[in-house]
């Protein structure tokens, strides 16, 4: 199994600009999560799905964040318009429904905004 | 309530020696407790988890201690390694199935 596979690795981009991370999560896990890491607030929980169904979005920011996912293998979180403030690594992360098990993340996406 | 918190935030250990990690919970309903491990320019890794139903698990040189009543857990990394030098994320999880992490412990082991 290639494991959680993100996209891009890493993107810089001007402030205001629209900015689309990607994820694709493990074959057979319907659950699905994004978190952002920073230095000063760790690894925080952005939003998750169960079976492709957003389930809790209480940790996106604001309403420049958003993310979908149409159908069990690919999700992606999106800001618009993006900020400096919103530099961070951001990880997606998957495993099987309902659990905490087997929670595997991928390699993240580092975002810099200038 | 949803909080987990970690100490000490850095680490540094000489080779051989024994690290600590610890950390809290205050949810009643979290009922896995995982250590993950990262590597710079890596995502976490599962290292090691635990259910409240034991008080102790051992997997090679690394340990998770649980102690219930006092809604604590640590992780103890004997005979440690400069390959074991990472940032340690304790979390805890619930069956709602989203996992809560501790803010990191960043290790240096010194050769």
């Known amino acids: ?114 | 309530q949803q909080q987990v918190k970690q100490s000490p935030q850095s680490l540094i250990v000489q080779k051989g020696g024994i690290s600590i990690i610890n950390c809290a919970y205050e949810n009643t309903a979290f009922d896995y407790f995982p250590w993950y491990q990262q590597f710079p320019g890596k995502g976490p890794a599962l290292l090691i988890a635990i259910r409240p139903d034991v008080s102790e698990k051992k997997e090679g040189r690394f340990t998770i201690s649980f102690n219930k009543s006092a809604k604590q857990f640590s992780l103890h990394i004997m005979d440690s390694q400069p390959g074991d030098s990472a940032t340690y994320f304790c979390a805890a999880g619930g069956s709602q199935g989203n996992l809560i992490f501790g803010k990191g412990t960043k290790l240096s082991v010194k050769p």
């Open chain 1, 1 to 114: 199994d290639a494991g959680v596979i993100q996209s891009p690795r890493h993107e810089v981009t001007e402030m205001g600009q629209e900015v689309t991370l990607r994820c694709k999560p493990i074959s057979g896990h319907n659950s699905l999560f994004w978190y952002r890491q920073t230095m000063m607030r760790g690894l925080e929980l952005l939003i998750y799905f169960n079976n492709n169904v957003p389930i809790d979005d209480s940790g996106m920011p604001e309403d420049r964040f958003s993310a979908k996912m149409p159908n069990a293998s690919f999700s992606t979180l999106k800001i618009q318009p993006s900020e400096p403030r919103d530099s961070a690594v951001y990880f997606c992360a998957s495993s099987l429904s309902g659990t905490s098990f087997g929670y595997t993340f991928g390699s993240g996406t580092r975002l810099t905004v200038v």
